[in-house]
């Protein structure tokens, strides 16, 4: 899913001028020529530079810094995450494991929880997270949220091994050009720091989990594979996001990357950590998240198939698809949710994304050739 825009402009410039007199200078009378003498060649010499003082720490720029602090301070935080699979010697009659995929991930706290993405321990066997003191602990994985690429693993190591993340303020607010700080182990290069900049903000990207992931960060700060689910930083070191993916062709980084941000992570990972899944809401209605009826139909909206008995749909008289005699009955189609437009099961899902269970909202539908506007109250549903 990554593709490549890669424009370079070079220009160059040459300006030439040329300027003349209409008044000469008078000329002095002719003097004698001495005879030529030889000379000595002219030997060119080169003054030897300067030495180049060493800069010292407090001599460096306040950039620099900042930089070199940030890293020294979440590094620790920052871990190395090995996906590995069984593979069979059938001529020794042995099983060894060996690395089949890698990534990153981050400390988030002293229980020895381990936030990555989801894309990096997908259909994993055998996880393995290594700190930054290089020792290597087995990982189990603890609950995963597909539609937002995010996974939370769990390792029994010492409590003083384990410095978390630091979170930033819930009223911080990111914009647009300021510094960011991405640590990572692109390519198996453990704790890589590179630095960029907040590109722009609201981005949405097709994720793994079906729908897209919204609100996303992009940076210009180099992202390759091995950086997944790493941290991404503000220059305070607080985490501001997850490395997840980036826009390329070729795989290789292109100046383009995406996190997710840490308003999702720091809703999603608390119910990862106690319950091991996200609780999703809805009004109790049977769909098809592949939506292959609204495109044979050119439908635009999701359509309801079935209402769920007891549920908030029922009660408020939503109608699912229905058989006669008379043939087949399209069901009601939400076209709106809250303020939401809803042209697809993307769209559903996001309308919802983040609501409680008891909250009531708008949902708009179209029966036949006639609006409604219904207000339901949402529900938890499996």
Same mark, same amino acid.
């Given at each position: 899913?990554?593709?490549?825009?890669?424009?370079?402009?070079?220009?160059?410039?040459?300006?030439?001028?040329?300027?003349?007199?209409?008044?000469?200078?008078?000329?002095?009378?002719?003097?004698?020529?001495?005879?030529?003498?030889?000379?000595?060649?002219?030997?060119?010499?080169?003054?030897?530079?300067?030495?180049?003082?060493?800069?010292?720490?407090?001599?460096?720029?306040?950039?620099e810094?900042?930089?070199?602090?940030?890293?020294?301070?979440?590094?620790?935080?920052?871990?190395?995450?090995?996906?590995?699979q069984?593979?069979?010697?059938?001529?020794?009659?042995?099983?060894?494991?060996?690395?089949?995929?890698?990534?990153?991930?981050?400390?988030w706290?002293?229980?020895?929880?381990?936030?990555?993405?989801?894309?990096?321990?997908?259909?994993?066997?055998?996880?393995?997270?290594?700190?930054?003191?290089?020792?290597?602990?087995?990982?189990?994985?603890?609950?995963?949220?597909?539609?937002?690429?995010?996974?939370?693993?769990?390792?029994?190591?010492?409590?003083d091994?384990?410095?978390?993340?630091?979170?930033?303020?819930?009223?911080?607010?990111?914009?647009?050009?300021?510094?960011?700080?991405?640590?990572?182990?692109?390519?198996?290069?453990?704790?890589?720091?590179?630095? &960029? !900049? %907040?590109?722009?903000?609201?981005?949405?990207?097709?994720?793994?989990?079906?729908v897209? #992931? +919204?609100?996303?960060? @992009?940076?210009?700060?180099?992202?390759?594979?091995?950086?997944?689910?790493?941290?991404?930083?503000?220059?305070r070191?607080?985490?501001?996001?997850?490395?997840?993916?980036?826009?390329?062709?070729?795989?290789?980084?292109?100046?383009?990357?995406?996190?997710?941000?840490?308003?999702?992570?720091?809703?999603?990972?608390?119910?990862?950590?106690?319950k091991?899944?996200?609780?999703?809401?809805?009004?109790?209605?049977?769909?098809?998240?592949?939506?292959?009826?609204?495109?044979?139909?050119?439908?635009? &909206? !999701? %359509?309801?198939?079935?209402?769920?008995?007891?549920?908030?749909?029922?009660?408020?008289? #939503? +109608?699912?698809?229905? @058989?006669?005699?008379?043939g087949?009955?399209?069901?009601?189609?939400?076209?709106?949710?809250?303020?939401?437009?809803?042209?697809?099961?993307?769209?559903?899902?996001?309308?919802?994304?983040?609501?409680?269970?008891?909250?009531?909202?708008?949902?708009?539908?179209?029966?036949?050739?006639?609006?409604?506007?219904?207000?339901?109250?949402?529900t938890?549903?499996?």
């Amino acid at each position: 899913m990554f593709a490549k825009a890669g424009l370079t402009l070079l220009s160059s410039f040459l300006v030439a001028g040329g300027c003349h007199g209409t008044n000469a200078p008078p000329q002095s009378a002719p003097q004698p020529h001495s005879a030529p003498t030889a000379s000595a060649p002219l030997t060119p010499t080169a003054e030897p530079l300067p030495p180049v003082a060493p800069v010292s720490r407090e001599g460096r720029i306040e950039d620099e810094r900042n930089t070199i602090d940030v890293f020294h301070r979440v590094a620790p935080s920052t871990v190395f995450v090995t996906q590995k699979q069984v593979v069979v010697d059938w001529l020794q009659g042995k099983a060894m494991e060996v690395p089949s995929g890698a990534g990153t991930g981050f400390l988030w706290d002293d229980k020895g929880h381990v936030v990555t993405n989801y894309h990096v321990v997908r259909d994993a066997r055998v996880l393995t997270v290594t700190l930054q003191d290089q020792k290597v602990y087995p990982a189990k994985l603890v609950g995963s949220e597909p539609r937002k690429d995010i996974a939370v693993l769990k390792i029994d190591a010492p409590r003083d091994a384990l410095r978390p993340i630091t979170l930033p303020p819930a009223a911080d607010k990111l914009e647009v050009g300021q510094k960011v700080i991405a640590i990572g182990n692109p390519f198996g290069l453990d704790h890589t720091l590179t630095t &960029g !900049v %907040v590109s722009a903000l609201g981005r949405s990207m097709e994720g793994v989990g079906g729908v897209s #992931i +919204r609100d996303m960060i @992009q940076t210009d700060a180099a992202i390759n594979p091995g950086n997944s689910g790493g941290p991404l930083l503000d220059s305070r070191g607080h985490l501001i996001g997850m490395n997840t993916m980036i826009f390329s062709k070729s795989g290789a980084w292109a100046g383009i990357g995406f996190a997710v941000p840490v308003e999702t992570i720091r809703r999603i990972v608390p119910e990862l950590v106690s319950k091991g899944r996200v609780d999703q809401v809805g009004f109790g209605i049977r769909i098809d998240p592949m939506q292959r009826l609204e495109r044979r139909f050119r439908i635009a &909206g !999701v %359509v309801v198939l079935e209402v769920l008995p007891g549920t908030p749909a029922e009660k408020s008289g #939503i +109608r699912g698809i229905t @058989q006669s005699e008379e043939g087949v009955t399209l069901g009601d189609v939400i076209v709106k949710v809250a303020d939401a437009r809803v042209k697809s099961y993307d769209d559903l899902y996001n309308a919802l994304d983040g609501k409680k269970p008891g909250q009531k909202v708008r949902v708009r539908i179209v029966r036949g050739t006639d609006e409604l506007e219904l207000v339901l109250e949402l529900t938890l549903v499996q």
